[in-house]
């Protein structure tokens, strides 16, 4: 980082022809924005850029799908995608749009930079025509059966409905899209980029000179280098587009691949006058973020116009995500199988920052995630309430009730070792979250500070200051002792607010007003001081964070997403909606959590019990009260299995038991810990125990 004057992020262009999905938030808007804050919090010089990619085939078909011109087309989504964008929080610096002047001519200009340098090969192809349109076809614009599975409706390029890539040469009965007409082959002229005299130069640059990229951006880059590259088309039959500058090039436009990267540069010169500054001097650090579709044309077509352009500064990292699934099916605009920004902010108003955590906390960066309402409303209602939430507003409480509401003073001559580990985990933490935001592991950092909360909570549980203040009179240094536990639950909050800054920014602002402090403290400089917070100074009451989502919200949710595949009917393609109701008839799997590192699995504490009593809950038909003899202790359990169990059944029985959970109250029991179950496909839970008697505390590995 230290070679480096300033940097430039960009995150993938949306194509202008629709809403953006979670899907899209999750692959490069949320990641960007996240190492965006954090090294805006640096202090470091960073320009944040983005816009919508409004040319090429998505468009048009959009604009026949929706008997309206492309113009139209891009100048609704491009608004829509804005908004959402803005109402995520994504602090674009700029959010442009490639329709936009500057950059036809910045875009005609480098075609001309490299056609000048004599650097394209002109071709002559014979390319699908329709006579009746009068216009040359994209694949997209050619509709036939597919020969895999027999779809009415398969795309010249891709069917749909069975995911086979195809071309149009392998459609049954094609026909244009534009007319209905059958497609001929026609001859025409185009401008190809011969990528393959860059495949040396790609060779060393990236094989040799990146292998600090993640494997799935290396090893798709390698396979692609592998295979050998091809000249590639530049330019496209078309009335919708950027026209090529060029006497012979009439009814021609730059291709959108070609046209779309060179839109990060044209959204900077819009920014600022300095744009050169980021673009042209190699002490800018330059990082893409894109989801995987995108890898070949940012790390390979992309860098090779640069390096044939000559006068640019190349990506140092392009840090792609792999996809999110949704409800355990992946994404699908046609079929309507998406959750759209747009209508979760009205569906879930104020509750921006529950989606960023979910899809930073659950994010596809080494392999296919899925998304699932039930994972959201648990990560929720289970971490950011429960844990994060309930630390802070504990602490303001407590701060009210036993402190006069004002910050109070840390005694240096009483404090323990509690004290003494739990200021080592704030300063440990700051340490923890830059290192992995630096390597663009957003998921793992957010962890970090979640954890920080937790042992937070767990501290506070420690040293019980509403049972010290029961003893105030008859203990000398009681009033110390709170003090001591708050003033360090205070801070502690404050560095929350610094750290969860770049994933939950609205959050972080509630948490400045609850302390009355101003943005400065957000600098990442103030994380791990243990000084943010004046002793004597007061603070506001406290607010909720993060409200419980219930789950009827949740219900409704997976309800509209199923409920959304019949408005993707067409009743020209009545079987792959069949196709695709049946697959949201069939029982609900739960699909494996997401990857976690070793690390994060030796966190958890898990032993053999022994259950010694049961006995039902008073008011709670669903929970039974255990008593768990762990070998080094007994513990009280409330866990959920009143309707699967008898109590008299289970006594005696041996649990596994994750044992170092935070203590949680249920019906105003205190249960320290929680039974590992298993639920079969009928719903029936059965006990996960050792085959074989052991030792009761015995650790399970």
């Known amino acids: 980082m230290n070679d480096y004057k300033r940097i430039l992020v960009t995150a993938a262009l949306p194509y202008a022809n629709g809403p953006v999905h979670i899907g899209h938030l ?32 998505p468009i048009t078909i959009r604009a026949m799908k929706e008997g309206i011109t492309p113009q139209q087309v891009v100048d609704k989504y491009h608004a829509l995608i804005k908004e959402s964008l803005e109402q995520m929080n994504i602090s674009f610096d700029i959010y442009s749009r490639t329709s936009n002047e500057v950059h036809h001519k910045t875009s005609q200009d480098f075609f001309l930079n490299l056609y000048n340098k004599g650097l394209f090969e002109e071709k002559e192809t014979e390319q699908y025509y329709d006579k009746k349109a009068k ?30 890539s195809l071309s149009p040469e392998q459609l049954i009965n094609p026909r244009s899209a534009l007319s209905d007409a059958v497609p001929v082959k026609k001859k025409t002229k185009h401008w190809y980029f011969p990528l393959q005299n860059y495949e040396s130069w790609l060779k060393e640059w990236i094989i040799e000179g990146h292998k600090e990229w993640k494997n799935n951006v290396y090893g798709q880059c ?10 590639r088309a530049m330019t496209r039959d078309s009335s919708w587009g950027i026209k090529v500058p060029l006497p012979d090039a009439e009814g021609k436009v730059l291709y959108v691949w070609f046209d779309a990267p060179i839109g990060y540069i044209s959204a900077t010169k819009e920014l600022t006058a300095q744009w050169a500054d ?48 949704i409800e355990g099916d992946k994404v699908s605009t046609s079929r309507n199988w998406a959750v759209w920004v747009d209508e979760y902010i009205k569906d879930f108003p104020g509750c921006e920052d529950v989606l960023r955590y979910v899809l930073c906390a659950n994010a596809p960066e080494t392999k296919d995630n899925d998304f699932t309402w039930k994972d959201f409303q648990d990560r929720n209602n289970s971490e950011l309430a429960s844990i994060f939430g309930n630390f802070v507003n504990r602490t303001f409480v407590l701060m009210h009730k036993l402190c006069g509401g004002k910050v109070p003073k840390l005694h240096d001559e009483i404090i323990d070792d509690k004290d003494k580990q739990i200021i080592a985990d704030i300063k440990a933490a700051k340490e923890k979250v830059e290192s992995l935001i630096e390597q663009y592991k957003f998921r793992d950092a957010l962890f970090e500070v979640i954890d920080l909360s937790r042992k937070g909570n767990k501290y506070m549980q420690e040293k019980e200051p509403w049972i010290v203040a ?42 400045l007003y609850m302390m009355k402090v101003v943005d400065k403290m957000l600098d ?18 406290p607010e909720i964070l993060f409200r419980k989502i219930e789950d009827a919200e949740i219900a409704a949710q997976i309800e509209k997403l199923k409920g959304g595949l019949v408005k993707a009917e067409d009743t020209s393609n009545k079987q792959q909606v069949a196709s695709a109701k049946e697959e949201a008839k069939k029982p ?114």
């Open 135 to 164: 216009t040359f076809l994209a694949d997209r614009y050619i509709i036939g059966t597919c020969p895999v599975c027999g779809n009415p409706n398969a795309y010249g390029d891709q069917c749909e409905r069975c995911g086979s």
């Open 278 to 325: 980021y673009w042209c001097k190699e002490d800018t650090k330059l990082v893409h973020f894109i989801g995987k579709d995108n890898i070949v044309f940012h790390c390979i077509i992309f860098p090779a116009m640069l390096k044939a352009h000559g006068d640019f500064v190349l990506p140092d990292n392009v840090p792609a995500n792999e996809f999110l699934n």
């Open 470 to 511: 029961k003893s105030l009179a008859e203990t000398p240094d009681a009033q110390k002792s709170i003090d001591n536990c708050l003033h360090i639950c205070l801070q502690l909050t404050a560095n929350l607010t610094v750290l969860i800054n770049p994933f939950l920014p609205t959050t972080a602002k509630k948490m």
């Open 222 to 231: 390698k396979s692609w280098l592998d295979n050998g590259l091809q000249r």
């Open 26 to 57: 999750a692959g490069c808007y949320l990641p960007a924005d996240i190492y965006v804050r954090y090294q805006r919090a640096q202090k470091r010089d960073i320009k944040f850029v983005g816009g919508s990619d409004e040319h090429g085939v």
């Open 524 to 541: 990442w400089g103030n994380a791990g001081s243990m000084k943010l917070l004046s002793v004597g100074y007061t603070l506001r009451a």
């Open 588 to 701: 609900e799997i739960q699909n494996p959590k997401p990857e976690i590192v070793y690390d994060d699995f030796a966190k958890i504490d898990l032993r053999v019990g022994k259950i010694i009593t049961a006995e039902k809950v008073e008011k709670a038909d669903k929970l039974l009260k255990l008593s768990i003899d762990l070998g080094f202790e007994t513990r009280t359990i409330v866990s959920g299995i009143a309707l699967h169990f008898k109590p008299e059944d289970i006594v005696g029985k041996q649990v596994v038991v994750v044992a170092n959970l935070t203590p949680r109250k249920m019906r105003g029991i205190e249960s320290n810990g929680m039974i590992l179950m298993a639920e079969d496909a009928g719903g029936k839970l059965h006990f996960v125990n050792p085959e074989d008697s052991v030792n009761a505390g015995a650790g399970v590995s």
